[in-house]
């Protein structure tokens, strides 16, 4: 089955600079990546996600890439801002039908932003 | 969150207990999922179902039990089989469309002593 790996597992910056999280993958038939973002005791949600058809996906201050030969795909935030401190998730799936849910989820990257 | 409901928030339980973590969505998805989030290890797929009264098993299905009976509704039984039971808990869904992302529940944090 597909693993995923998540580094770090935790990253601090200050305010206003930028974050980089990475993930690899391991079954090159997977086709999606979501990022999640989890703050605490809260539900995760949804901030940005790619197919394997793009190469990078870019929304406001988060972009995310996609390396399909090397099977790696990273989350940048840029202009970190203390309300982005939170756990950010990435994971791997397929495109279609209920593929959407069955998703394999890397460990987690602590994010810390201090003022 | 208003499209996806968990209940209770906190749970606890003796163990040897079976115990049941209820998921009510009003988002009209078709499919459903449970997850569960330990520390460290990410959030891991247990079952999920495509349609009314069908459901597949995850990646940690053992000591798990679910019924979809309503498509509102998918129920999770943590039975006394499950050898590691306390855990945050989470409900998802989607349309199962390829344009539908998954929605989660706030979840239901187990703890059994």
């Known amino acids: 089955g597909e693993n995923v790996e998540q580094h770090p597992s935790t990253l601090s910056v200050q305010e206003g600079d930028s974050a980089v999280i990475k993930c690899t993958y391991s079954?090159?038939?997977?086709?999606?990546f979501p990022w999640y973002k989890q703050e605490l005791g809260k539900r995760p949600q949804l901030i940005i996600d790619?197919?394997?058809?793009?190469g990078e996906k870019k929304d406001q201050r988060i972009a995310v890439t996609l390396n399909k030969t090397a099977k790696h795909f990273s989350l940048h935030i840029t202009e970190t801002q203390p309300e982005d401190s939170a756990v950010y998730f990435c994971?791997?799936?397929?495109?279609?039908?209920?593929?959407?849910?069955?998703?394999?989820f890397g460990q987690g990257t602590i994010l810390t932003v201090h003022p | 969150d208003g499209g996806i409901t968990q209940s209770p928030k906190y749970l606890f339980r003796k163990e040897g207990q079976n115990v049941t973590l209820s998921c009510e969505q009003n988002?009209?998805?078709?499919?459903m999922y449970w997850y569960r989030q330990d520390p460290g290890q990410g959030l891991r797929l247990i079952y999920y179902?495509?349609?009314?009264?069908?459901?597949q098993k995850g990646d940690i299905a053992e000591g798990y039990s679910v019924s979809r009976e309503k498509k509102e509704s998918f129920p999770l039984t943590v039975t006394s089989a499950q050898k590691n039971p306390t855990a945050f808990y989470l409900c998802?869904?989607?349309?199962?469309?390829?344009?539908?992302?998954?929605?989660f529940g706030n979840g239901t944090r187990l703890t059994v002593t």
């Open positions: 790619i197919r394997s058809n793009v």
């Open positions: 179902s495509q349609i009314v009264n069908d459901f």
């Open positions: 988002l009209n998805h078709d499919a």
């Open positions: 994971a791997a799936g397929l495109v279609g039908g209920t593929s959407y849910g069955k998703l394999t």
């Open positions: 998802a869904s989607n349309a199962g469309s390829d344009n539908s992302p998954l929605h």
């Open positions: 079954d090159s038939a997977s086709n999606y």
